[in-house]
Each structure stands twice: as C-alpha cells, then as structure tokens.
C-alpha cells in the first residue's frame, strides 16, 4: 500500500510538470534493493573480563624546597675635568647572595637561610669605600602545636666581611678603624614560641634566648668607647634575654616583592634603654628575567653602639638570577 501511494504521488508530479517518467524504473532502482544486495548479518557481541598489566606512577613527595638567588649591582659615572656642572668620576659595585632550604613534614619544620651582602664605591681622589657589608645566617626548627602555634628553637649568626672605617668629612683626619670580621660578631639562640597565621609573615617570640657578642679585634675599643657592650681587653660578652622577630615575605604586586624583618633584643637586668631594635626591608621590582630594581634600607638602635638612631638606604638596578 505504501509503494502504491508512493507511486501515485510521483505520477501525479509529473503530471502537474507536464514530464514523462517512467515509474517502472522509479520503482526499481529507488523503492526495491536489488537481488544482489550485500547482506547485512547480524552479530552477537560477547562482553567478558581480562587481566591487564597495569604498572603504578613511580610517585614520590619531596618535603625540601630551595632556591638560590644572586644579585650583581653596577654604577659608573665619569666627568671630564672642565665639566662646566661638576662632578666626581665614581664606580661603584654591590652584591647580595641568598641561600634558602626549607624542610616541611607536619608536625616538624626547617629554616635555614644565608644573606651576603657587599659593595664598594670608588670615587675619582678617594680610596675604596665599602657601601654594604653583612654575614647572616639563620636556622630554624619547630614543632607544630596547633594550626598556627609552634615550638621553635633557633640558632643566627650575623657579622661582616671587612673592615669598615668612619671618614672625616673635609679629608683632613685620617680614616678610624671601627669594625672588622668578628669585631663585633654576633651568636644567638633562641628558645619559644612562634605564630604563623599565613605562610608570609611569621612571630617569634624568644622567651629564653642567649647572645654572645664577639668583639675579636682589642684595638678597636679605641676608637670605639663602648666597645659594642664588650669590656674593653675581653673579647666577648654574654646576655640573657627576651627576644621578638617578625617576619614579612610576600608578592605585593604582580613582579614586585616587599621583604621585611623586625628584631628586638631587650637584654635582662639592664635598663629598657638599652633594648636593641633592628628593621631590615627590601623592595625589589622585575623589569624582566634578568634585570630588577631594587631599594632596600636598615634601621639600628644599640645603645651599645651609638646613642642615636643608625640608617642606610640604597637604590640599585642591576642583574638579578633565581633558580630553580
């Protein structure tokens, strides 16, 4: 019935067309397959299990992470002799070295951390001056007590490489000898607590600390009255004291990084004067790979040194590496 009403539609277009078709052929090649058609054989799938070889990933967890970076800072200017403006011919070189590893398996933790620091200037009619000196070294271990409390105990090291001088202003005196490596060098332990409420900032807080003050150089006490708090013709002091570090470390910006850390020392049995407070930061900004600026500062007061505030600051652009 259906290929009769098939039919029937195809004659009655044609005959609206006014073509002649012959649907004999319609009906032969496009209703009816031929005879010699390809059959189509179903078949029955059959589904069962096999045993493959599976090799598991080699997977291990690493707990340690370091990196190291180094900066080489340049600075150069040179003026010719009737240079109508004036000016001092000047070269001047600075370097920061840094050694981080940390080790993380809850409910243990590891710091350690190494700082280098130093530069030099050389100005046209003047000696090499030195513009940065510093040895740093800090380790750290703690104990996990609860989310954001640990037990810690730490052991610093912080001196210099060379010897610094205090210049004379007008060059008529010659350069005093003040400081040298060891002279005065710094050994503290500490024993507390620390708070980390988020992995950039972190507080120590030394409740039983110790620090030893070298002062290994006996000729400076001379130029020096205080000797650093070291009785002048000894070589070392010991204090007991309480001891708060703060700690910031953290991208502010998309290449830019604001490092900054706060110590504070107040000795027992001497007068809250003669509490040690010392600010270090660091703003550095990527201008790519390999180039950055960067501006860091200190801020010192030790009554044992002077009896006023200590600062510096230095603003640099130079070459500096991470890796990994």
Request: with cysteine; proline share 4%; glycine share 6%.
């Amino acid at each position: 019935m259906c290929a009769l009403r098939v039919n029937a539609q195809i004659v009655d277009t044609v005959k609206k067309d006014s073509v002649k078709i012959d649907t004999n052929l319609l009906n032969k090649y496009r209703l009816y397959p031929q005879r010699n058609s390809i059959p189509v054989k179903n078949i029955q799938l059959q589904i069962q299990q096999e045993q493959l070889p599976v090799s598991l990933m080699d997977y291990k967890v690493n707990y340690w992470r370091k990196y190291i970076t180094f900066a080489l800072n340049f600075n150069q200017a040179a003026f010719s002799n009737n240079y109508a403006a004036g000016g001092i011919t000047s070269v001047a070189l600075g370097s920061n070295f840094i050694y981080h590893v940390e080790y993380n398996k809850a409910p243990f933790s590891y710091v350690s951390e190494l700082n280098l620091l130093y530069g030099k200037s050389k100005n046209k009619g003047q000696g090499a001056r030195k513009t940065n000196d510093r040895i740093f070294f800090d380790n750290k271990i703690a104990s996990q007590l609860s989310k954001h409390w640990f037990f810690f105990g730490s052991l610093s090291f912080e001196s210099q490489f060379d010897t610094g001088y205090q210049y004379d202003a007008s060059n008529v005196n010659p350069p005093l000898l003040i400081s040298n490596f060891m002279s005065p060098g710094y050994l503290t332990e500490s024993v507390g607590f620390e708070y980390k409420p988020a992995s950039y900032f972190d507080l120590r807080l030394g409740t039983g600390t110790a620090r030893q003050t070298f002062v290994l150089d006996t000729t400076i006490y001379r130029n020096i009255p205080g000797n650093y708090g070291v009785t002048p013709g000894k070589t070392i002091r010991t204090d007991i004291a309480f001891q708060l570090v703060a700690i910031f470390d953290k991208d502010i910006a998309k290449n830019m990084h604001f490092n900054a850390r706060y110590d504070m020392f107040v000795p027992y049995g001497q007068p809250l004067s003669y509490t040690r407070h010392r600010v270090d930061a660091l703003l550095a900004a990527k201008v790519n790979r390999l180039i950055n600026v960067s501006i860091n500062g200190t801020m010192l007061f030790d009554k044992n040194t002077s009896n006023s505030v200590q600062g510096t600051e230095g603003l640099s652009l130079g070459v500096l590496y991470k890796f990994p």
